[in-house]
T-cell receptor, first 113, second 110 residues
Framework: KAGVTQTPRYLIKTRGQQVTLSCSPI?????VSWYQQTPGQGLQFLFE???????NKGNFPGRFSGRQFSNSRSEMNVSTLELGDSALYLC????????????FGEGSRLTVL | EDQVTQSPEALRLQEGESSSLNCSYT??????LFWYRQDPGKGPEFLFT?????EEKEKERLKATLTKKESFLHITAPKPEDSATYLC???????????WGAGTKLIIKP
């Protein structure tokens, strides 16, 4: 059974640019959550999608957005990148959400110069 | 305010030297406490779920326990491959959003 797949694994952007990250959940999983991980802040919840609807949202500015498609694949977008957006962005899936038992992808490492 | 504190930040052990990691939490009604393992450059990997005080879960050299204020991850006779960062997260009854600790980086020397 394939795990959670995130693309791209690594990317470098400059301030002011935007970036789109992709996540393919485990087959059959309908809930996808996104997290930002930095050495200083640890794991911070961005948002959760279930059946194409954002069901929960963390405390991040509106520059961070996401969406989920009918096949449960999800994308997140960060516009007007700032240096502080450099982080590992993790996607996690579960069957129906509302659980702490998550399956994480390997993450997308974003560096903003 | 709901919060999770893990200690120590880092722990170096010799192979075979048993020890424990701590996860202290403050939450208004615990729905569940979760332990994860994270290897460098990888996403966290789920280990255990604990729901109520007194509960214990075991997997190979790891055993997780839960009280009303904290959880311990006991590592018995660890091997170098147990080296990783161990993360703890809690979920409150009032909000399904997970609250994560900063993690304990465990290094096992051969």
């Amino acid at each position: 059974k394939a795990g959670v797949t995130q693309t791209p694994r690594y990317l470098i952007k400059t301030r002011g640019q935007q970036v789109t990250l992709s996540c393919s959940p485990i087959s059959g999983h309908r809930s996808v959550s996104w997290y930002q991980q930095t050495p200083g802040q640890g794991l911070q919840f961005l948002f959760e999608y279930f059946s194409e609807t954002q069901r929960n949202k963390g405390n991040f500015p509106g520059r961070f957005s996401g969406r989920q498609f009918s096949n449960s694949r999800s994308e997140m977008n960060v516009s007007t990148l700032e240096l502080g957006d450099s982080a590992l962005y993790l996607c996690a899936s579960s069957l129906a959400g509302y659980t702490g038992e998550l399956f994480f992808g390997e993450g997308s490492r974003l560096t903003v110069l | 305010e709901d919060q999770v504190t893990q200690s120590p930040e880092a722990l170096r052990l010799q192979e075979g030297e048993s020890s424990s990691l701590n996860c202290s939490y403050t939450v208004s009604g615990l729905r569940g406490l979760f332990w994860y393992r994270q290897d460098p450059g990888k996403g966290p990997e789920f280990l255990f779920t604990l729901y109520s005080a007194g509960e214990e879960k075991e997997k190979e050299r790891l055993k997780a326990t839960l009280t009303k204020k904290e959880s311990f991850l006991h590592i018995t006779a660890p091997k170098p491959e147990d080296s990783a960062t161990y993360l703890c997260a809690v979920q409150a009854n009032s909000n399904y959003q997970l609250i994560w600790g900063a993690g304990t980086k465990l290094i096992i020397k051969p």
